[in-house]
């Protein structure tokens, strides 16, 4: 093959590459050509080539002893084998504390050959290699010639604002609509279906601060890390044609609300930027929801993980203020929005030269989002207010955020351009102090017994280092909350 025609960015600079490499495999010249989607995410980086020609693929992180994660490796790894003292190096520095947590809940028990699993199934199917979520859907095609067909998974959040009721699903170019969502089987059912346009759910979020574990001053703002609830309900969803883009209807979802406990990252809007967005008679808020749909975007090329492992949310009822989350997608955190936390100068940074090198006027999905409010028809007077991003109000607040000169927005809210709904004023700004850690001693059976054997490995003192707070409080709960919790005797 002589050329390759990559359409949309893959998601890492790896697999970018690894496509490009499909043509001239027999060492003679080819030919690469990226053609961007109106995403962000590839926006920026036809506005930033030196992102694949100056940074190498072998950048990308890969943590096979993340915390998270290791847990459930170790309880597969002792029902295969018992896991012996002088293996846990191997798993990584937090896998002796682990292991502790584990004999503490009676995952494992600690004989002389090692920890081994004390269960009678198999913790295996507990660990999932392509998602950390517990309620995982089935996707089922019921065109198929062959009969019902299933044709992929997808995890509870994402199957609420994906495969809802009437929802369009692509896969493998072809188009379908999802006749029925059976949230009791776990299973969406769709049938291929010709249509000229896409849809895409309108979700409503809260955050709920359960822990502050690290703040700090960033330039005018207060940036903060820890555990949070995320509410998510999936209540409606728009038709936008495909090419054109023009919304060409709606339609209304009635699905339960979604819980995700998990780690996030966030930034309260200093009161210089609210004065200033105030003064200019706009919407905080809106602006703060174009940022973080930004955010979406760049924040995955700095974390080196994929865009839907993050979300983002704005919500002012934790601290008073308008304030942006940045979350992981997965129970319990897995560092993504903890990277976001320690990289927020970047990441706000990148927002600012995403949205200002855009050449929309008033927002478009290649920058803050789409303007086009979803709920257009609906009444205005018994709808939700102030969730259209707003691109004029995303620049006065970045350009705040990062000290540099005040913009000054050159065209009206798009509300206003809608009929006007009104601005909304907040005060106030809440802080906590961060959480320490503490060593202490190993659990039970990690300290030598007295008179025993040099061969039995539970002679083998093991030195534990111990888990930060906050993360080993969030994988108590997340075994709490998922097959962890239910032991299989």
Known sequence: MDASLIVGYPGTIASTWQQAGRAGRKGEESLAVFIAHDLPIDQYLMRHPEYFFERSPENAIVN??????LAGHLRTASAELPVAAAELDGFGEYAPALIAILEERGD???????????????????????????????????????????IGTIDELSAFEQVHPEAVYMHEGETYLVSDL????????????????????????????????????????QVDFGDVTVTSLT??????KFYERDSIGFGK?????????????????PESAARLVAGFGRIATEGLIGIGNASSAVI????????????TAVDSANTGMPTLFIYDRHPGGVGFAQKS?????????????????????????????????????????STPRGRIPDKETALVILHDLLERDPYVPTRPPVWAQWGGMGAEAGAGAGAGPGAGAEARPCGGGLAPGGGQPVHDDRAIRVVVKPLPEGVERRIRKMMEHTNFGRKTR
């Not at 995955?300 to 979300?311: R, S, Y």
């Open 64 to 69: 096979p002893a993340n915390p998270y994660i």
């Open 108 to 150: 494992v028990i600690r004989t002389r050959q090692g920890w081994r699993w004390t269960g009678r199934g198999f913790p295996a199917s507990d660990v999932r290699l392509r998602n950390m979520a517990e309620n995982t859907y089935t996707i089922v095609d019921t065109s198929s010639e062959q009969g019902n067909r299933v």
């Open 182 to 221: 059976n949230l009791a089987e776990k299973v969406a059912y769709i049938h291929k279906a010709d249509v000229d346009y896409f849809t895409q759910s309108v979700t409503e979020t809260r955050v709920q601060i359960d822990e502050e574990e690290q703040t700090k001053t960033w330039r005018r703002s």
């Open 235 to 240: 209540y409606m969803f728009r038709k936008i």
């Open 253 to 269: 979802v009635s699905l339960p609300q979604h819980d995700l406990a998990t780690a996030a990252a966030w930034l309260e809007l």
């Open 300 to 311: 995955p090329l700095f974390a080196m993980c994929d865009p839907m492992d993050i979300g």
């Open 341 to 381: 936390y320690k990289m927020i100068e970047e990441a706000m940074e990148a927002c600012l030269n995403l949205i200002e090198n855009c050449t929309c006027e008033d927002g478009c999905p290649s920058c803050v989002g789409s303007p086009i409010p979803p709920f257009a028809q609906y009444d205005p007077d």
